[in-house]
């Protein structure tokens, strides 16, 4: 195999996390892609997997090595478009999906400027919480969490991992104790995410090990907005998004608990998702480019390993 099509493959198989799922989408057969990685590994002389009979992770040198074959293969899908003149000037309807609280404080400036970059697009948005099938439902891009996607199929961009912290109120502490252990929170009560969204535990990282804590809630909803609300109320704790408590937090209208133990359920993944790579319509790959542009220029990276 090329090298640049073994890129190709190694690029596929880290975004759908699957090596058989990523030779079929690349029809190539389970012999070809382990050869393939295999070569690519001697070739850098370094593992980039760590693998078993069920799973598989990326060692710290492919994390590095992902991000920079993201760019090249980029910038050269680009250039080859360009030079076969599928790069004209975009237009047409870009229908988009966007995770409702995500992007709440970014979506607004992301649109604005694509707009005035491309102003031959119309764009159509739905922002939503619910898990979403970018083919059936008619969606040429998302930028959902990875539970949104129904589908195996899509591509995904890492865009943003989101830090979640744990807070509640002064009036619910008045009625309980403050939790200084993650055991103790067997004993409050949550404002939570529905179990098919998140299951009822909170994972802490402790000796080394991953305890997950179980929590008990007597209200739930998919919207971590509404959520925050009903904690500002006092009726609970939550476990949410730190874009969305700052504020509150800086206020005092919210504290946070238990900052000296490390949550393993540490971010929320922003992720720009479509289907396919090859031969994209001018308005998808516009966008695509102008979002990766947007967070490189505008927010923190996504990870501080390279």
């Known amino acids: 195999m090329e090298y640049i099509e073994s890129l190709r493959l190694f690029r596929t198989i880290v975004e759908v996390k699957n090596f058989r799922r990523a030779g079929e989408m690349m029809d190539l057969s389970p012999s070809v892609v382990s050869r393939a990685i295999a070569a690519l590994e001697e070739r850098l002389a ?12 990326l060692t710290e040198a492919a994390e590095c090595f992902y991000l920079g074959c993201c760019r090249i293969l980029d ?36 649109i604005a400027s694509f707009k005035r970059k491309h102003p031959n697009v119309t764009l159509d948005i739905t922002l939503t919480e619910r898990p979403v099938d970018l083919t059936a439902d008619g969606y040429d891009l998302g930028i959902v969490l990875p539970f949104m996607l129904a589908t195996d199929l899509a591509v995904t961009r890492l865009l943003q991992r989101v830090p979640l912290v744990i807070v509640t109120t ?14 103790d929170l067997v004993d409050h009560v949550f404002v939570a995410v529905p179990p098919s969204m998140h299951k009822p535990f909170v994972t802490f990282r402790m000796d080394q090990q991953n305890v997950a ?4 809630y007597e209200i739930a909803s998919n919207n971590p907005i509404f959520n925050r609300d009903i904690i500002l109320e006092g009726f609970g704790i939550g476990l949410l998004p730190i874009t969305l408590v700052e504020q509150d937090l800086e206020a005092g209208r919210l504290v946070r608990l238990l900052q000296d133990f490390e949550i393993a359920d540490t971010a929320a993944e922003v992720r720009l998702a479509y289907i396919g790579r090859a031969l994209l319509p001018a308005k998808v790959r516009a966008f695509i480019d102008h979002t990766a542009e947007f967070f490189e220029r505008n927010m923190e990276p996504p990870s501080s390993a390279c």
Request: glycine fraction near 4%; charged fraction near 20%.
């Open 213 to 216: 804590v179980p929590i008990n």
């Open 46 to 57: 370094t593992r980039l997997f760590h693998r078993s009979t069920r799973q598989f992770s």
């Open 170 to 183: 002064e009036a619910y502490l008045s009625r309980r104790p403050r939790p200084r252990h993650p055991a």
């Open 75 to 110: 910038d050269l899908d680009s250039l080859e478009a360009s030079a076969a003149g599928h790069g004209r000037l975009p237009t047409g309807v870009l229908r988009l999906v966007a995770h409702t609280t995500a992007a709440l404080t970014w979506l607004a400036p992301l």
